[in-house]
T-cell receptor
Framework: GENVEQHPSTLSVQEGDSAVIKCTYS??????FPWYKQELGKGPQLIID?????GEKKDQRIAVTLNKTAKHFSLHITETQPEDSAVYFC??????????????FGKGTHLIIQP | GAGVSQSPRYKVAKRGQDVALRCDPI?????LFWYQQALGQGPEFLTY????????KSGLPSDRFFAERPEGSVSTLKIQRTQQEDSAVYLC????????????FGQGTRLTVV
């Protein structure tokens, strides 16, 4: 089955700096790549996603890049703010290209924004 | 309600007990998903419903796990003869359709088996 590796497990950055989280996957059939943010005591919340026919997608301070040849994708957060502190998960799916159907998640990155 | 609601928020069960976890999806959402999240890990897919039909149960770890959605709205995840390794947060998510890119997760039920 699919294997998703996520790095780093913990990332501490100064407020205002950028943060980058990277994931690699094993199944070349994966065609949907969402990123979720999970705050303490809450369920994951979708923050951005990308499909396999797109190399990059941006939404305000967050962006995701995808390299299908190398089977890796990354989350970039610029101008980090204290409210960005949370656990971030990457995920992949080979099914239907969307939703929460059959997602394989990485182990998560605890992002800490230092004031 | 405005979001996905799960109950109870916390459940402590003695080993061997049966438990039932409830999920109220967003009204009108066709698709419903259950995930299991062990401490410090990412969620793992358990099962998927489209309306009342359980279309995928490939992630259920054993036959002690059973899920239903009889009227196509509320769903219940039942675990029989609980074991310590069942301790986790159980997350429910719903979306308007299977291919909808936005799936909304509930807060989860934290199950502790002692």
């Amino acid at each position: 089955g699919e294997n998703v590796e996520q790095h780093p497990s913990t990332l501490s950055v100064q407020e205002g700096d950028s943060a980058v989280i990277k994931c690699t996957y094993s199944d070349s059939a994966s065609n949907y790549f969402p990123w979720y943010k999970q705050e303490l005591g809450k369920g994951p919340q979708l923050i951005i996603d990308i499909r396999s026919n797109v190399g990059e997608k941006k939404d305000q301070r967050i962006a995701v890049t995808l390299n299908k040849t190398a089977k890796h994708f990354s989350l970039h957060i610029t101008e980090t703010q204290p409210e960005d502190s949370a656990v971030y998960f990457c995920a992949t799916s080979i099914r239907s290209g969307g939703g929460a159907d059959g997602l394989t998640f990485g182990k998560g990155t605890h992002l800490i924004i230092q004031p | 309600g405005a979001g996905v609601s799960q109950s109870p928020r916390y459940k402590v069960a003695k080993r061997g007990q049966d438990v039932a976890l409830r999920c109220d999806p967003i009204s009108g959402h066709v698709s419903l998903f259950w995930y299991q999240q062990a401490l410090g890990q990412g969620p793992e897919f358990l099962t998927y419903f489209q309306n009342e039909a359980q279309l995928d149960k490939s992630g259920l770890p054993s036959d002690r796990f059973f899920a239903e959605r009889p009227e196509g709205s509320v769903s219940t995840l039942k675990i029989q003869r609980t074991q310590q390794e069942d301790s986790a947060v159980y997350l429910c998510a719903s979306s308007q359709s299977r291919g909808s890119t936005e799936a909304f997760f509930g807060q989860g039920t934290r199950l502790t088996v002692v």
